[in-house]
């Protein structure tokens, strides 16, 4: 299951390609691929470009409890990210003028996705009491290390 927020629209330009969420799972269930590169760091949150296209990047993030990021966008990027182990508690924002409004909560268990794109920002936390690993992918690429 994946969800869109309302303020998430496809940008028309890039129709013909695969839309992050579907790229984002994809990779989540090939764990053969990227799972003996994990790594846990009790001070900060985890993160690896695992590659990275002319459409997009595709980062893996892990999270010991407790770990979070503070209230963000991505800038221009479109992306997802899909919840692999653990479970994530995501608290999005529309952000409309500078202003951010309409607040909601979305604990996300393994297989669960979310996406987002321009007004949109979200902190991203684990509550609970057990790691967590997410793979997100960013359209176009972020060329620096995600906050999510």
Request: overall charge neutral; aromatic content about 8%; glycine content about 8%.
């Amino acid at each position: 299951m994946f969800a869109v927020p309302p303020n998430t629209l496809p940008n028309a330009s890039e129709s013909g390609l695969a839309h992050p969420v579907r790229v984002a799972r994809e990779v989540a269930e090939d764990r053969r691929r990227w799972a003996h590169r994990v790594r846990y760091d009790r001070d900060t949150r985890w993160s690896l470009l695992l590659y990275s296209t002319d459409e997009y990047e595709v980062w893996v993030l892990s999270w010991l409890p407790g770990q979070r990021t503070e209230l963000h966008d991505h800038g221009g990027s479109d992306g997802a990210f899909t919840v692999v182990s653990g479970v994530l508690t995501e608290r999005a924002v529309r952000s409309d003028s500078g202003r951010h409004n309409a607040e909601a909560l979305h604990v996300l268990v393994p297989g669960q996705s979310r996406v987002f794109g321009p007004h949109y920002a979200h902190q991203v936390h684990n509550e609970g009491p057990d790691p967590a690993i997410s793979v997100h992918v960013y359209r176009p690429g972020r060329a620096v290390t995600p906050t999510t």
